[in-house]
């Protein structure tokens, strides 16, 4: 009934958006998902790791025959448009391969055995429609929000010190190596979202069902509600408001190398081109799940999150996308919705409401001091800027005593009507 409630909802948002989509005339996401059946695809990339999810309910020998006809599609494909001059992008095979095995499932499997791939190939469509949804979104977001706030964000990040500014000049200085190594981290985000939730779902096929948490979950969830906050607090970044990329509609052409004077903030009009994705960093979101969700992994896998989420950081300041008060705001935001994602699988207990009710509060007074209070922090910046850190500090500690205290005890306790007055009775 859940993933039945689950697939009904994401039905109606995805129909909403495609309307929303077409009345500014482009496609939605429902549409340019099914464009790619035949024609070539954004990211194929991202294709084959939704397969690659899909692959977790099966035999190993399913896996092998799934992988061999994706591959054998994608040559053909390949073949024909080689032939024609079409433009060339591999991923068809991996997507008629998943839609092929929902086929199956209704026609050829019964019981659980049904419910267990039309939930494999459920997450493999999600990871996917989730990158079409986000671009919906951001048009929106471009076409409805015709100001951004940028100037009060700015001029709250003096109490950060210009992070922006800094690490914009040290990948610079870095030259092309350093600059090509972050780039390809930041968009090949879903490349370690995908390893490190394999790893969680090996032992699916083998018990026959999910486990209760992984890393998809809170990737969704995260993907669901940062676009709102998109359309609450719009922004654009440094790059736009204050770098060549913002043309006419910058303030001035500063980014990296002089930072932006403290001057009284307005929400200024701005081009309708870039998206306003920057309070809270997604990808600094997203960077900061792996990070959470690698660290009960082999060493390899640990590893793989500390690279993963330190270079997608480099890449967000260092490439302007982001001022420092949207990292701190992504980190709180992830940690918030990881830790109630965790109370609902395990049971809410006193910790898991009070560390998410924290963490939520957090995040609302940094949305509402970067939007009230940024002359305060620019003017005072020791005394603003170390309280932003103490604010992210306290949820990070609050969540890691807090998740191991739950390790330790996987259910919450169960109460029993009279236990406490048994208790003191047995004390007296």
């Known amino acids: 009934m859940l993933w039945g409630a689950a697939g009904v909802v994401a039905a109606g948002f995805l129909i909403a958006l495609e309307i929303a989509a077409r009345g500014y005339g482009e496609r939605g996401p429902i549409a340019a998902q099914a464009r790619e059946v035949i024609f070539a695809p954004q990211s194929g990339t991202v294709l084959y790791a939704g397969m690659a999810l899909m692959m977790v309910v099966l035999t190993w020998r399913q896996r092998f025959i799934a992988i061999g006809a994706a591959i054998g599609i994608d040559l053909v494909f390949w073949l024909v448009r080689w032939s024609v001059g079409a433009q060339m992008m591999y991923g068809n095979g991996a997507l008629l391969v998943t839609l092929a095995c929902a086929v199956i499932a209704l026609t050829r ?118 676009p709102g906050i998109y359309m609450i607090f719009p922004v654009v970044g440094p790059i736009f408001a204050y770098g060549a990329d913002g043309g006419q509609w910058a303030v001035a052409n500063l980014w990296p190398h002089t930072p932006p004077t403290v001057s009284v903030p307005q929400a200024m009009p701005f081009s309708e081109y870039p998206p306003r994705n920057c309070m809270p960093s997604l990808h600094t979101a997203w960077a900061t799940a792996i990070f959470i969700h690698s660290r009960k992994g082999p060493r390899a896998l640990r590893y793989l999150g500390v690279f993963w989420l330190i270079a997608t950081l480099g890449a967000t300041l260092g490439f302007g996308y982001h001022y420092g008060a949207d990292i701190v705001a992504g980190v709180v935001f992830t940690v918030t919705i990881e830790a109630a994602l965790r109370a609902v699988d395990r049971g809410w207990d006193r910790q898991g409401v009070v560390l998410v009710a924290y963490g939520t509060a957090v995040f609302a007074a940094l949305l509402v001091a970067y939007r009230y209070l940024s002359m305060e922090m620019a003017g005072h910046p020791w005394v603003a800027g170390p309280l932003v850190i103490a604010a992210l500090a306290s949820v990070i500690y609050g969540y890691v005593r807090t998740s191991r205290r739950w390790d330790q005890h996987p259910q919450p306790p169960v109460r029993v009507p009279g236990q406490r007055q048994e208790r003191q009775l047995e004390r007296i």
């Open 109 to 226: 499997r019964t019981g659980r055995e049904r419910a267990l791939l039309l939930k494999g190939v459920g997450l493999a469509l999600l990871l996917v429609a989730g990158r079409k949804t986000g671009y919906t979104w951001l048009l929106i977001t471009s076409k409805t929000r015709p100001t951004v706030l940028d100037q009060y964000v700015a001029t709250a990040d003096h109490a950060l010190g210009n992070p922006s500014w800094v690490v914009g000049r040290i990948v610079e200085a870095s030259g092309p190596i350093g600059a090509h190594v972050l780039d390809w981290v930041y968009i090949q985000l879903a490349v370690a979202a995908v390893i490190v939730a394999l790893y969680q779902l090996r032992n699916v096929a083998a018990e026959r069902r999910f486990p209760g948490h992984h890393l998809v979950r809170t990737f969704i969830v995260v993907g669901l509600l940062g």
